[in-house]
């Protein structure tokens, strides 16, 4: 395969006085949600730049709400080979589109790296590809193809000039790998958009104690534990209710059917996709927040976003003891570190109801950890990694 050619110096990019041109790639899954982190990167690229988008339907940049420009490359389908093709023909397109910088905007899409020599490369980091391309049990061509595909993802991380990495387990990773400190920075996710207030809560044992999950609930992320560890805590008379966001229609409607076979209908409230706003806001107004991870290896490096929502809407959270969560919670404090079981979830609960003035105080040293993964701090470290003069217009 011919491999294309460099920037020409006819090419050059653009005086420091003028808006240079940025280039974005990005993967959006059909039922993607947490598109608010996309959403602010861009925005923060706009106010320094001349941003074109490449995605996969029209409808993203629907979807992003954003005045952008936009190269689409239709792509209907999720799988691996999805994948390589749209990242191959975003490649392609882009040889074509001068010589400005180029921003992967998900790891899914560092393959791209391997055919834009000679560009200048940025990709944020925020996933592992473990995940991405998991290790299939009973497939041998799957384990073989994925396992290329790994190589390859990593293979693009080396060869990209800056890679942003969310957590510094994942800048080890990279270092690991080849990567050099100087340009893997490790830039958060951060947590956007106005904040609700600080809610007071009255620590009264007549009111139930309000449990909260924002995000998709897998079988990896706790579903099993909660679910049961709730309905258990019912059972033993515990005054507790629950509140999901970010459900499909089918899971409300089978975790609805669950409670009220349980007898504790009215316990739960099921909800799906929500304005980032109001997610935050049903958030902010409970008394515990849930954030349980079984140990898979990818969850050893990516600490989940909604850990840091929680925090910043000043939430204490009901954890387990795996070190991307232990990282940044501390039992006593900020969180509740319990075994990840049902019977743990039911311990912990039992113990919140019995000490809500406790649980009630942990809500301002909450805050104050969510603090520095606010946008507002993160913004700078983000546009000081793709433009490097945006510190500079920032002031």
């Known amino acids: 395969m011919a491999q294309p050619s460099a920037c ?45 988008v ?69 990709l944020y980091w925020n996933e592992m590809p ?61 947590v956007f958009g106005e904040l609700p207030q600080p809610v007071p809560v009255e620590p009264n044992p007549a009111h139930a104690l309000h ?23 019912l059972d033993r008379g515990l005054n507790v209710r629950l509140t999901l966001v970010g459900l499909s229609r089918a899971e409300q409607d089978q975790i609805r059917r669950q409670f009220a076979e349980a007898g504790h209908g009215r316990a739960v409230q099921a909800l799906g996709l929500l304005p980032h706003a109001e997610a935050l806001a049903h958030v902010a107004a409970a008394d515990v927040a849930f954030a349980m991870l079984h140990p898979e290896p990818h ?6 976003t909604k850990v840091f929502e929680y925090l910043a809407c000043g939430v204490p959270v009901l954890y387990n003891d795996l070190r991307t969560l232990s990282a940044y919670l501390a039992h006593g404090r900020t969180g509740y570190c319990a075994p990840l079981s049902a019977q743990g979830v039911q311990e912990a609960l039992r113990w919140m109801c019995e000490n809500r003035a406790e649980l009630a105080s942990w809500r301002a040293p909450c805050r104050e950890a969510g603090a520095p993964y606010r946008w507002a701090e993160i913004e700078p470290m983000f546009l000081a990694s793709v433009l490097p003069g945006s510190a500079v217009l920032l002031g």
């Open 8 to 52: 020409r110096p006819d090419q050059a990019a653009p005086a420091a006085t003028q808006r240079p041109t940025v280039h974005v790639v990005t993967w959006f899954y059909e039922r993607q949600p947490g598109l608010a982190i996309y959403v602010a990167r861009l925005q923060a690229l706009m106010k320094h730049a001349d941003v074109t």
């Open 54 to 122: 490449v995605c996969r339907h029209a409808r993203d940049i629907e979807r992003l709400g954003l005045p952008l420009k936009a190269h689409v490359i239709d792509t209907p389908g999720e799988s691996q080979f999805d994948i390589v093709r749209y990242t191959r023909q975003a490649a392609r397109w882009l040889q074509g589109q001068g010589c400005g910088p180029v921003v992967l905007l998900t790891a899914q899409v560092a393959l791209c790296a391997h055919w834009l020599p000679g560009r200048e490369v940025c």
């Open 130 to 190: 473990g995940h991405i391309f998991p290790r299939p049990r009973f497939n041998p061509f799957k384990a073989i193809s994925h396992a290329v595909l790994r190589h390859l993802v990593y293979g693009g991380a080396l060869k990209a000039q800056v890679v942003m990495p969310i957590s510094h387990f994942m800048q080890q990773d990279l270092l690991a790998r080849g990567r050099s400190l100087s340009h893997t920075p490790v830039v958060p996710m951060g």
């Open 211 to 233: 449990v909260v999950y924002a995000g998709s609930l897998t079988e990896e992320k706790g579903r099993r534990e909660l679910l049961d560890g709730v309905i258990g805590a």
């Open 299 to 304: 969850f050893q490096y990516n600490p989940p």
